[in-house]
Each structure stands twice: as C-alpha cells, then as structure tokens.
C-alpha cells in the first residue's frame, strides 16, 4: 500500500510538471478552422489506442425562445435519435409520415387557439389524428440504432449534456474506429431529422416530473433561480418550464438549430491515438459541407441590480434544505480566480471553514457546501451556499450560523497556509482532468468557446497563484452582502417559518 501511495504521489507530480509546461503541451496540440468556421483541436496521446470525441456547441437554455423553454434540451434529444440513413427502415415514407404528424398538429393547434370559441368534439378528433399520425410514423423507427452503431464498433462514454451556457455531445471510440466519428457527428447535424420528436417531448416532461415536481431539492433550486434572476433566462430551469414543454412543437426545435448549430459556433477537440493531418483531411471530407452561417447574437437581457434580499419558501414534506446565494460577476471579470479560491477556503471537504464550523463543532448541518458560480458563468450569476440541516435543526439557525462564519472570515484574513493548500488543491483539480482523454477534450472545447483561446485553461492556473489574502477578503466583502442576497427553504406542510432576512444577522 505505501509502494502504491508513493508511486500515485509521483505520477501526480510528474503531472503538474507536465501540465504546467505549457510550451511543451503545445507541441502535442495541432488547431485548424474549416472554412465553413468549424474550430478543430487535436492533442495528441499516443499511449493507447483510444481516441476522445467533444462537440461543445456554444449555446444552451439560456437561449431558449421565451415561450419555448426547454427546446434547447430538447434538440440534443434530437441528435441521438439518427439521420436519413440510421434509425429507419425507409426514409422517403418516414418523411411524409413526420409530415402529416405537423400538418395534423397544426389543425389541432388552429381550433386549440380559438380559446372558449373551440369545439371540443373537433379538438378531441384533432387530437387523435396526431396520435394516429405519431404512430404510423413510428412504424419507419429502428429505435436506439444511432447509439447501437456506437456501442457496437467498442463506443464509451456516450452522452450529451445541456447546460445553461452550452450544449455537449461526447464518447470515446479505438482508435481504428476514428472515421466512423466524423461520418456519424457531421450526419446528425448536416441531417437532422427530428425523428420522435413528439414521443421524446413526453421522455422531458417525465425527467421534469422526476427531477424537479418530485424531488425536494430540484424543486428548491427551482424556485431559487426564479427569485434570484428577475429579468435574465438564467431564471428558467434548463429542462424548461412544464407547461412550455407541453406545447414545443418540431419548428421550435428545427428553428433553434438553424440558427444556433451553425459551424462557427461550434467547436470540436480530438483527443487521444490520433494524427492531427489525417483528422484534417476526414474534418474537410465530412463536416466541410456544413454550410458557413452568421454567429448567433449572444443574450441581451441584463439583470437589473437587485433593490434589496428576496426570500422564496417551498413547501415539502422532506427535512429542511437551505440554499443562500449572492449576485456575483461573470467569468470575464478580473475576480473570476478570487471566487474560485473564495469557494475553495470555504468549501472543500473536511478542511473547508464550513464543514468544520457548521457540520463538525456546531453540528448544526448534515452537509454545508459552496460554489463559486451559479447557475453558470457566462453572464453575471451567484456565489452559491448549499445547507441541510441536522435532525432537530432548522434552516434559521443554519442561516444565522453561516451569517456568523461570514463575519468572522471577513473580519480576519485568511492564513499564509490555508490559502498555499486551496491553491494547491484548486489546481490539482483541474490537472486531475488534464490526465484523461475525455477531460482534456472537455477542457480544451469549453475554454476555446469561452475565451477563444484553449490555452487559457494554462493561464487561469497562473490566475489561480496570483491571488492573495488581501483579494479574498475584499472580494468577500464586497460580494456577499445583504443587498444581493437570495435565501430559499424548504418548510414541512403547516410548519413554522424560517427566519426572515430582518431577522438575519448583517449579511
């Protein structure tokens, strides 16, 4: 066991150097840009014959249409579901079925919209039309054959994730296996074809009931993001709102791809037992038919600044959870690194400030955690705390015991030590990601979107080194202050209230 601890922390080490050397990291990284705008980065990791795929598409919820919450998440449903080719037994006929599916959804809509002037016996056979239409064009679906290829020819990691600020679609295939990526990624975007459209928005509205309607938790994060952001969709759950969900139609999903799933909006690292000249050559065969599009416009709405605390309360029936959350700056902003290792002091296991004070001395919390940025880091957005109470506790004496931790961090720098270890640890993070194939990919792809340049991810650990107590301390200050505050809670049905912001102490 020590021989192994030594040799971990060895390999560790021999990482840092590595990744530290940017110059020498350079060596392994080729860039080119199709003409159509497509960004490509390939590294290079020849030590076994696996080779990393990440799509980062640079749009999210954030950009859903008002009105059609949730169809970002919807379209990357829609791009596991096949092309022309791959998930049907006859294309021509499935056409004309999908077809006839909106064609009926647009008679059922027409009468639907006359409101109180409707026949409701014309609505109800509207509607079985578009349920009979749905089901002749499910009879043309191999379902599951887009994946299957993948998972066949030795495909790992498949998945997909939309967040606020982006969409990513990522797995790892052998490396002899490379060209089939490239055929299978550029078809569900040069072919998309929105196959079970209708059934998958069903598949939603259940992962909305799941997550959110039933689970305590996703229903408080919910209520929070609503009360925090008054103006700004990082308001709206990236799953959407349920009633938004239940009226996405297909031209909701094809119209957000059009214009945000254009070329240069997009950008794609290679990772792993690959040759970057041979990856050109297959990125120019297949994804350079891509045709080349304007760059969508970036969200316009600001938050207004917030007047003064806001407090939502959710009813449920769980223990008690608390989530307190300050307005803070985007990740553009010149005190992005301080609230990374603000975050850090706080909250990093059993030696961050919280887990020390609120769980282990006070025992007053079962968990207490902190983020430095939420819902996402695009747009100015919240440093996060995250509190569940200990049986017999409630969320006011955890507001009021977090309050009392703030005040006596901001009033006393953090120590020489204390600040040397997050640092440390901070890094090692990152590097930790550095060390497989798809979390370089992933890092790579979403620094590139962000700055536009992947060797940020590099100089953001320089970032990390150059902040100091003096930093932490102002930034504490300044940031987490009553003014800007938003507190949710849970409360059992016909329990008493959680304190109020007045009664809070002088955050």
Request: proline fraction near 7%; glycine fraction near 6%.
């Amino acid at each position: 066991m020590r021989a192994m601890r030594l040799c971990a922390v060895l390999m560790v080490g021999a990482l840092f150097a590595d990744a530290q050397n940017l110059k020498e990291f350079e060596k392994k990284v080729t860039e080119f840009t199709l003409a159509n705008g497509l960004h490509f980065i390939v590294a290079e990791r020849h030590e076994a014959p696996v080779v990393s795929f990440h799509t980062y598409v640079n749009a999210g919820s954030v950009d859903d249409p008002s009105g059609a919450t949730g169809i970002a998440h919807m379209f990357e449903h829609m791009a596991f579901k096949g092309t022309e080719t791959i998930g049907t037994t006859n294309w021509p006929e499935e056409k004309k079925a999908l077809a006839a599916i909106e064609g009926a959804y647009d008679r059922l809509e027409a009468e639907s919209n006359k409101g109180p002037k409707g026949d409701p016996k014309k609505i109800k056979s509207l509607e079985a039309d578009v349920q009979a239409a749905i089901e002749r064009a499910q009879t043309f679906v191999i379902p599951n054959e887009y994946p299957r290829i993948i998972e066949e020819n030795g495909g790992a990691g498949l998945n997909a994730s939309t967040a606020y600020d982006s969409t990513e679609y990522f797995y790892s295939l052998p490396s002899n296996r490379v060209e089939l990526w490239f055929l299978l990624e550029s078809q569900r975007f040069l072919q998309p074809v929105f196959r079970e459209f209708y059934k998958e928005r069903d598949v939603v509205q259940e992962e909305n009931r799941m997550r959110v309607q039933s689970s305590p938790q996703g229903k408080l994060l919910e209520a929070f993001g609503a009360t925090a952001f008054e103006a700004h969709p990082y308001r709206n759950p990236p799953s959407g709102w349920p009633s938004d969900i239940e009226n996405l139609r297909l031209a909701d999903a094809r119209r957000f791809f059009e214009k945000y799933y254009v070329p240069a909006n997009i950008v794609i690292a290679i990772v792993g037992d690959v040759h970057p000249a041979e990856a050109r050559r297959l990125a120019e065969r297949y994804f350079g038919p891509l045709a080349a599009h304007p760059l969508p416009p970036r969200v316009h709405t600001e938050e207004p600044p917030q007047p003064g605390p806001k407090t939502a309360v959710v009813e449920s029936p769980s223990q008690p959870l608390l989530v307190i959350g300050y307005k803070r700056p985007d990740q553009y902003d010149k005190d992005d690194p301080v609230f990374d290792i603000l975050s850090e002091i706080l909250s990093s296991g059993r030696t961050g400030l919280l887990y020390q004070d609120l769980v282990r001395d006070k025992r007053v919390a079962l968990e207490a955690e902190a983020g430095d940025s939420y819902p996402d880091s695009r747009y100015p957005n919240l440093f996060l705390f995250f509190l569940a109470p200990a049986l017999g506790h409630s969320v006011e004496e955890n507001e009021k015991a977090l309050d009392d931790l703030l005040t006596r961090f901001e009033a006393q720098k953090v120590d020489a030590e204390t600040l040397a270890r997050v640092k440390t640890k901070a890094r090692a993070g990152v590097i930790r990601r550095l060390d497989s194939n798809p979390g370089l990919a992933s890092l790579l792809t979403a620094y590139h979107a962000a700055y536009g340049d992947w060797r940020k991810l590099f100089t953001s650990l320089d970032d990390l080194d150059k902040v100091t107590a003096d930093d932490v301390q102002r930034v504490a200050r300044q940031y987490l202050v009553t003014a800007s505050r938003t507190v949710a809670y849970t409360v059992n049905n016909g329990g008493p209230p959680a304190a109020s912001d007045s009664q809070g102490g002088p955050r």
